[in-house]
Every structure is written in structure tokens, then in C-alpha cells.
């Protein structure tokens, strides 16, 4: 999930946020196993006629993912190395479309409507130890701070190309770990000093 929700009316806004979170689900499960660059093709083809359906201005949020490009390519550089061109499109095609159709869930999604749909999936989780309502807002902190990474991460790359002419490439990779470990070392701190997950995760929710 990458951007931030935007308040406009279209019927994908209109759709519950368990169905969109569903399809999501259900889309990533059979693509995966998915090795026919046609089918990729055409499942990719969908995902921007949805963007479009949505509006234009949905469509123009596509270029929000320009920081995760060079991602892409160290992938597809990796598996061409190790395997063929055919495999990297694969991989690719296959990365961009999933993105894409995470990011446009997220831009028509409320988080408080996400994070009540997804509460009752992590309940069978509560005998385990584990509480849904941490659960609820750590999905929430995802998606919330996805942007944020991504804005660091353009931000890293107009430092190094207003001192180098040359492509960052992977040398980016190191200094955009360092600054994800330190929001998430603050982000931790923030949430002790406001009293904890309880009191944090009823302010998410109103937002």
C-alpha cells in the first residue's frame, strides 16, 4: 500500500473497504503462480483501466510510484542475470500491476474503514497472545508511512543527483535503511510516550 487516501467520489470510493481488501487479496494469490507474460499483460492492463475508471486524477497518482522504480530494476537486473529477459518481465509485470492495485485500494480507502475491516481477520489470533487491536494499527502504521518512505527515498535521490551526474543505482540502498530504522526507532518512542498501542490506535482511527 503507498499513497494516502484521497476524498473524491467514484465507485470505487463507494465500494466497502472488506471487498477491496479482498480483491487485493484474492488478485495477489493468482497472479503469483502466473508465469504467461499475456496473462500478466492483460491483469496489468486492468488494474490501470481501474485507475482510469476512478478518475484522472486517480490515473495521475500513478507517478507517486516513480521512487520505487530503480527497486524494480535492480529485481529485474537480478533475475536477468540469473535467468532470461522473459523471467524478468515476468517478475516485473507482474510487481508493478500488484503495486498498482494495492496503491489504488489504499487512495479509496478511509484508514478507520480499512482498519475495522481488517480488526475481525486477527481475531482468531487474540488465544495466541496476540491482540487484534496491536495488529490493527501496526497495519495502519503501514500503510501510513508508506509514503513517508517513499518521499525519503526521492528525497535521496535528488541529494545524489544534485552532487553526482551519475546514476544512484544501489548505493541509495544503505543510507534509505538507516533512515527507515530510524522513523521506525521514533515512531516506536512516540507511541511509549502517548501511552501506548490503546491510546494510539484510537487516534489513527479518527483520522
Known amino acids: 500500500m503507498i499513497a494516502l487516501y484521497v476524498d473524491r467520489q467514484s465507485w470505487m470510493h463507494r465500494l466497502s473497504a472488506g471487498s477491496k481488501l479482498l480483491v487485493l487479496c484474492v488478485s495477489s494469490m493468482l497472479m503469483l ?3 504467461s507474460l499475456p496473462v500478466l499483460s492483460a491483469f496489468l492492463l486492468c488494474v490501470l483501466a481501474l485507475y482510469l475508471s476512478a478518475g484522472r486524477e486517480m490515473f495521475a497518482r500513478i507517478a507517486l510510484l516513480r521512487p520505487v522504480l530503480p527497486f524494480l530494476a535492480i529485481i529485474g537486473l537480478l533475475h536477468v542475470l540469473a535467468g532470461s529477459y522473459a523471467q524478468a518481465g515476468q517478475v516485473l509485470i507482474r510487481l508493478i500491476a500488484m ?3 494495492a496503491n ?4 479509496t480507502t478511509r484508514m478507520r474503514d480499512m482498519m475495522t475491516a ?3 481477520l486477527f481475531r482468531p489470533l487474540a488465544p495466541l497472545g496476540l491482540s487484534p487491536r496491536r495488529l490493527s494499527l501496526a497495519v495502519a502504521l503501514m500503510v501510513r508511512f508508506a509514503p513517508v518512505l517513499l518521499a525519503t527515498m526521492e528525497a535521496l535521490t535528488e541529494s545524489w543527483r544534485a552532487r553526482s551526474s551519475r546514476n544512484p543505482r544501489w548505493r541509495l540502498l544503505a543510507p534509505f535503511t538507516l533512515q527507515a530504522l530510524r522513523m521506525a526507532e521514533t515512531v516506536g518512542e512516540a507511541l511509549q510516550a502517548r501511552g501506548g498501542v490503546a491510546v494510539a490506535r484510537e487516534r489513527v482511527s479518527r483520522s
Open 99 to 101: 503495486l498498482l492495485l
Open 118 to 120: 481488517m480488526t475481525p
Open 104 to 107: 489504488l485500494v489504499t487512495l
Open 33 to 35: 503462480p502466473v508465469d
